[in-house]
């Protein structure tokens, strides 16, 4: 191929995703929309509609009737995109098999093939800043995201005002009760989840917004980072029945203070409070918000001050992914459900709270089943547009009753409910995509929830994930570079360790999963009961036997693994059957696992093992 074959245009849109996921482009949202829009314009055969006066209206919201003469937005920007693409071309993109330019004179790109391995020579007006970062949503899905998104939370008014992205937050917690803070994590999660509900605003995450707290930075900063426009904060005061407010709404691009207002009011009008906050934004942004959305915003789930905080308390919990955290949870949620039988988001705490015992083994499944069962149907006949909870009923479904089209239906339609969940689709690409071994549709699931949010840590765990399945060494490599970047988060360590040991590296795994065992869950203790056996500790595997015999529960998943780590096949073979007749919500790891392959070249075992319904 010579470099002035023109690409096909599969290849432009890959090249596209490529150049719009890097640091050149990631964070910058005017360049992302010009390219997009005609390259998209272009591929279509409309190069027509690339005309200054059309580009003003479509890509940079200006009004209809658009003057270019009095009005040089679209010049300026194109100045800027061609300079920016010279960068990107000079650095990161300059092995790219396909190079895409804005010619001088022209808006129209031109799209040329490059020779495999060749560089390309281009001139750059700045140095390149970073490396690339690869994309790994499907290029078409990822270029009509990121045009047709701006076009969905487009914002009246002047450009100069445009917000169509924000973020909530942690309101700072400034009571005289050190124990309160739950309160004020509490009502920023709460109004994160009100304004989500408006169609036309697009919210960034809670779990990336709190990766802010407590740390300094100006709004700038985070608007780069969080990729928002605009960013709400402020702070709660809670003394008895007295509550102080404050909040603030934040432009990012100047640090310009679109809104601000002081609430001083006592404890049962929190509700009020957040529905006049959310309100305001709305009209501040002006965004458009129909009746149903009107329905939704305002949705009082409980009309109880005293149910309500009961139900912070809870999540507040949760969030701090302690071994107890669940069964306190769970305690407090049913405590508000005492006060409120209608409390929906009570019964999806509950819910919630089962599904972080599901990993450590702690329970026998079919107590752990009909907590989330009972928990998420009664959430969903309250309030059937929860997705958290309908995605529950799909990891139901499909790790415990191993009906695998129902758990791939009722993911997609959590999806539908809330496309803007990272958490869902994290959930769809690891508990159903992966068991049915469909893992490039679950590379895209793990790539759009880090689209989504790619602030917080936890959805970085999934494309490793999978990736385990296919290539151990890679998963290997892919951890350690997360944890190089982000050294103290603790899942990527347990993630590490469970990739050594699927790789056959038994003495790192046990470097990494001995300073966790504190814990002492049967999820560790089985891991680390492998690693033990395997790298020839055969006291220390047989100590963890002992100790998963003496738990309240015994996990038959755990003493599989600290059986095959031993090579006592049988007794391996015992408890994996056990594991299946309890339907186990982990029993899937056996079709794909490294390490139950001993299990797998049983003949026997595997007949067993079809019962999941999945392909080995």
Known sequence: MTQNDEPSSD????????????????????????LSYVVEQTLAGKQESIKESVLGCQVFDRPPGYDPRADGIVRVEATKLRARLGDYYAGPGKLDPVRIEIPKGTYVPRFTSQPEGAPVEVPSTRRSR????????????????????????????????????????????????????????GLTEQLTDILAQVDNLHVASRTSAFAFKGKPADAKEIGAKLRVGAILEGSVRRSGDQLRITAQLIRTSDGYHVWSKTFDRVLKDVFAVQEEISAQIAHSLKVTIDDDAKRRLFNRYTQSVDAFDLYLQGRHLLNTIQPDAPDRATELFEKALAIDPRFAMAYVGIATAAVQTIFTDIRPPALVVKQMKNAAERALALDPSLAEAQAILADVAGRFEWNWPLADRLYKHAIELNPNSPDVHMGYALNVLLPLRRQREAYGECAKAVQLDGVTTQWKLCRPWVLLSENPEAAVAEYKQLIATEPDYPGYSGALAIAYLASGKFREAIDMLEPFHADRTPGGSGFLGYAYGRSGRTADALRMERVLKSAPFVSPGALTLVYLGLNRIPEARAAAETQIQQHSGNAYLMVFSPMFEPLRRDHEFAKELKTLGLAF
């Open 130 to 185: 970073h490396l690339v970062i690869w994309a790994t949503v499907l290029a078409g899905l990822l270029i009509a995201a990121l045009w047709l998104t701006p076009r969905l939370l487009k914002l009246g008014g002047d450009a100069k005002q445009d917000i169509p992205t924000i973020a909530v937050l942690p309101f700072l917690d400034l009571s005289p009760d050190a124990k309160s803070e739950y309160f004020s994590d």
């Open 11 to 34: 290849r432009v849109r890959a090249q596209l995703a490529s150049v719009l996921a890097s640091d050149l482009f990631s964070s910058a949202l005017r360049p992302r929309r010009f």
